[in-house]
């Protein structure tokens, strides 16, 4: 019984000191030195220490070719058409009748489960179906490229459309897509550049549905093409994406408060400096987190609706180059605000990296064209807020 008892005591006891050390709050970062060697715990706030802090956006270039989502549509922010190439699969039973022109098409229908929305449900959506006339790739396509690309716009080979919020469905010009069989079986009988989806001129949202590197894209967005050996049989074939892109021409973001930018089609995004020098150079830093505020009056935000906001050190803040060498921070948005740690950030700074501040953009800027003002440095009531808690070295 004795040796039950002392056997609870030592428990109680390592669970005290257990329980101890988890709530100690500045316990990211003090277990790097020996206790001896800290002194006191300190904090420096920007909500009530002056510190030096500077801000500014800009446009970037963006790569979209690896995009999870395809954008169509236009709003007062963006404009975005999208461009696919289709791949017919043919089986071998039946290519051998293609190749003697026994083959025709029918009818082909797509069939798009929207996971992407900019703008009032409410608001008209239409698209036309262009032709594209020469060859394209989704890595060099952008505003430039796209408004010298050839497209047939003379004929909308759309037909028979169904939009609702969940479902969109239309047919394609069957001798269209007869090219594209024939193309798929001999490159000389059929051409096959792939369609432009355009926005009509009344349209008023945005929206996206998956793109070839989404694995949604297979259940999502179906292509479905039917066939017929003349006099004998019907069958239906499915068509996949090889190739697809969204170019977006956007309105230049501009704030009547001092507010940033961070946008998605066009990647806008902001930079932020603080100037750190005030702090004691041998220290350890046990937390620093950073928290921007959104202003929802000079924002345009679509479902999904851009959670998360990647931080990144810069290198050269006037080239807006970024110092790849280290990992990316994230801040999270709850309510109007996003905050994320950026402890390792400040801690290299004060090792003695040149702090040139940090790069903010929204992680889904190749999947959204979101509009995200936040507080800037010069903001009266959204200014970002920096809280650094540190500790002495002896």
Not at 118 to 131: E, P, R, S, V, Y
Not at 277 to 294: E, Y
Not at 358 to 366: G, K, Y
Not at 382 to 393: E, N
């Amino acid at each position: 019984m004795k040796n039950c008892f002392k056997l609870f005591l030592i428990i109680i006891l390592f669970s005290s000191l257990f329980i101890s050390c988890s709530d100690d709050p500045s316990s990211t970062g003090l277990g790097l030195l020996p206790g001896d060697d800290l002194v006191g715990m300190n904090v420096l706030d920007s909500d009530s220490t002056t510190i030096n802090m500077t801000s500014s956006y800009f446009q970037d270039s963006l790569a979209v070719s690896g995009s999870d989502r395809i954008l169509i549509g236009q709003t007062s922010t963006a404009k975005s058409y999208g461009l696919i190439k289709f791949y017919v699969i043919i089986p071998d039973s039946i290519s051998t009748q293609v190749g003697k022109d026994s083959i025709v098409v029918r009818k082909c229908w797509v069939e798009i489960n929207p996971n992407y929305l900019l703008g009032d449900n409410a608001q008209t959506f239409d698209f036309n179906i262009f032709k594209i006339n020469q060859e394209w790739s989704a890595e060099d396509m952008d505003l430039t490229t796209f408004n010298s690309l050839s497209v047939d716009r003379g004929i909308d080979l759309s037909s028979n459309k169904s939009i609702t919020d969940t479902l969109i469905k239309f047919q394609i010009s069957s001798s269209l897509v007869n090219d594209w069989v024939l193309n798929g079986v001999d490159s000389l009988k059929g051409e096959n550049h792939g369609v432009l989806f355009s926005p009509t001129n009344n349209t008023n949202r945005i929206i996206g549905f998956p793109a070839l590197t989404s694995t949604a894209s297979l259940t999502d967005f179906v292509v479905k093409i039917e066939i017929e050996k003349l006099g004998h049989y019907l069958d239906t074939l499915t068509a996949s994406t090889t190739e697809d892109a969204h170019v977006v021409d956007y309105t230049v973001p501009n704030s009547t408060k001092n507010n940033l930018f961070l946008m998605g089609g066009a990647a806008y995004r902001s930079q932020m400096y603080f100037d750190l020098t005030t702090l004691p150079k041998n220290i350890v830093i046990n937390k620093a987190s950073l928290d921007v505020f959104i202003d929802s009056t000079e924002s345009f935000i679509g479902s999904p609706s851009s959670d998360t906001v990647f931080a990144i050190i810069l290198d050269d803040s006037t080239n807006h180059d970024i110092n790849s060498y280290y990992d990316i921070s994230y801040l999270f948005r709850s309510d109007k605000k996003y905050s994320g740690d950026i402890t390792a950030f400040v801690q290299r700074w004060i090792d003695g990296l040149e702090n040139q501040g940090l790069r903010l953009n929204i992680s889904d800027e190749a999947n959204s064209v979101n509009k995200i003002a936040i507080g800037g440095t010069k903001s009266t009531n959204y200014r970002p807020k920096l809280k650094i808690v540190y500790t002495k070295r002896q």
